[in-house]
């Protein structure tokens, strides 16, 4: 009796120390300095729950029926080109696919792997084929509620073959596992499937925390935060350089966006477009040039305090609530001041209602452009511009 028990526990000591192991080196994919967005929720719960439900969360996600906006369900699951070929959005217990017809017989099909965006605007959608991800041609562009050609896709027929880089992941999720080989004189990049975090996480933005979470848990007292950058004590650059590392347009970057931790300048990332001229940074034409177009207009010129974070709350949502930005305009701007608002059209209380519509308005994008299921003409991507100034 007394033996059994004893191999019994001895048997019990081993799996403990086994499973402990296991536990132990499920090391985060981007190292062991990182610690992951679970670990920040018992001490950060407020920052945690308004990411939840933040665009930057939702940048990429997995392919399936909660993330696809678009529907799969006749007739409205149908993209039309020319020649009676058409692009139908089907779906079964394999998963999502997108399906070409040329006279109503099946031709190419690409499976739905991954949504890249929330759909504020628009989402599109990669397929996964031997360690490389491509473009679906059909995207989902929410201005119109449809389906719609993928935006610089061929508008005569359906391609598949558009490959996607990593540079993309770089600015919609926290990490890819991605090797870069050559063939020959050609730059090939490999991807393993379903290797990615997506969305932006905490850590994407705030640098690896593991070491940070850690000395917590163990000093609970300690209500200084140590081992971890401080954003407030940051200069503007750098806090704005956090933002602008995806908030400046598409560029060629020299290092890997997804080394940039907080504190470090952009510049030793990408340089021609973030240092572009001040003409170019007054067109409202590129992918999110938010930086650009903040950093021309004269209120972040003329105030050395301006940033992102003035009128964005970094964890939170607060879209379509114009009034809270309204309420930052003023904090610099004040009512019956020389520095308020001098037309003379509206009563002061009806322009504090307005300042966003009028000095931030939203306009067409000249590049991007989406031609929804069944139009003849592409509508163009709307965007907020961010150079404040009067707008005649
Ligand atoms: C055991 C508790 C604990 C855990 C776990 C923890 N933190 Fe913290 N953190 C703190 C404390 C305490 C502070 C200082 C008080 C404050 O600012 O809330 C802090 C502050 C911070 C700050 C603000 C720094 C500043 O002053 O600007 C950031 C950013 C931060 N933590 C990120 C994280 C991230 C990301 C994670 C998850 C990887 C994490 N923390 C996990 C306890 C924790
Ligand atoms: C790693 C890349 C990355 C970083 C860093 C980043 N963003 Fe974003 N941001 C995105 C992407 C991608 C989207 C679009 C997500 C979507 O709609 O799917 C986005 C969306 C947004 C939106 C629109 C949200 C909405 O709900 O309307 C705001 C505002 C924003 N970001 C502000 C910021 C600010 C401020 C910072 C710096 C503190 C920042 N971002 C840092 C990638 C990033
Ligand atoms: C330099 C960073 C960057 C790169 C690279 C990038 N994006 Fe984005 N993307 C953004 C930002 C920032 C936004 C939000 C812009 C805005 O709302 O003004 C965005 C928005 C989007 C949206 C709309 C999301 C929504 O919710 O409406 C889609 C779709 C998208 N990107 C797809 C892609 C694809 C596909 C690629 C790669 C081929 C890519 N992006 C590369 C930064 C980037
Ligand atoms: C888009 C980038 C971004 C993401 C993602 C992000 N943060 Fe932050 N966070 C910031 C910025 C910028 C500040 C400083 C805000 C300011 O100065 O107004 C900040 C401030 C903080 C602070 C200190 C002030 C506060 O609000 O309590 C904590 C703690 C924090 N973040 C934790 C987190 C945690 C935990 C996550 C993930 C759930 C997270 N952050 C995700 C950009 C980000
Ligand atoms: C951090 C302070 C600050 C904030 C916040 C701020 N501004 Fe400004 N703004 C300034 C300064 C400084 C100037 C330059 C001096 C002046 O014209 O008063 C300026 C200039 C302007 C101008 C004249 C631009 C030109 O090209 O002649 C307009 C219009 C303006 N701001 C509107 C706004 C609106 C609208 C908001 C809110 C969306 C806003 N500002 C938020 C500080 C700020
Ligand atoms: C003076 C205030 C102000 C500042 C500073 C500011 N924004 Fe915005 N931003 C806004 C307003 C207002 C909106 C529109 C919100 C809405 O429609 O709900 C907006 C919207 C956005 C969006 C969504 C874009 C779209 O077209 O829908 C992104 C992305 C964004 N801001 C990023 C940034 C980044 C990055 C910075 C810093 C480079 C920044 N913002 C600085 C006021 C500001
Ligand atoms: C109906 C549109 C409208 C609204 C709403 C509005 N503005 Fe203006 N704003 C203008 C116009 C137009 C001018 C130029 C007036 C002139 O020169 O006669 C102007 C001028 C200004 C200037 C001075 C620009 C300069 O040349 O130095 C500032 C600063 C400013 N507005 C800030 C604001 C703020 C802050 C709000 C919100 C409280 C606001 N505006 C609301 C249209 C508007």
Known sequence: MLKRSFCLITFLVVVVIILSQ??????????PVYAGDESCKSCHRSAFDAHRTSAHHFASTIADKHSVLGSFLAPSNVFNFPGDVTVRMES??????????????????????????QGR?????????????????ISYFTQVHSWANSPGFPATHPY???LVPATCFSCHSSYVNVTTTYEGMQRVEKFAENEVMYG??????????KEHADFHTR??????????????????????????????????PQRSLFEFKPGDKLSDYIMADYLATASERQSNDVHGNQYQLLTASKCY???????????????????????????QCLSCHQPATDRFCTNKALPPAALQQQCVNCHMPVQPSRVITLLPSGKEQPVADSLRSHL???YR
């Open 160 to 162: 598949f073959n558009r």
């Open 200 to 209: 932006i996480n905490c850590e994407r933005c705030h640098g690896p925390a």
């Open 219 to 252: 000093h609970p007292q300690e209500k200084t935060a140590q081992h971890i950058t401080r954003t407030g004590n940051l200069t503007r650059q750098q806090q704005v350089d956090m933002c602008a590392v995806c908030h400046s347009g598409l560029k060629t």
């Open 92 to 117: 079964d217990t394999s998963g999502l696919y997108q399906t070409a017809y040329q006279h109503g017989s099946p031709q190419e099909k690409g499976r739905f792997a991954v949504t890249i965006g």
């Open 121 to 137: 605007k628009a989402q599109t959608y990669l397929s996964f084929k031997e360690n490389k991800y491509y473009q679906l041609p």
């Open 388 to 390: 404040i100034k009067v």
């Open 22 to 31: 296991c536990v132990g080196t499920k090391t985060d994919p981007r190292g």
């Open 301 to 327: 010129r003329e105030s050395n305090q301006l940033t992102c974070n003035t009128c964005h709350d970094a964890h939170a949502v607060n879209r379509n609530n114009l009034q809270a930005y309204n309420n």
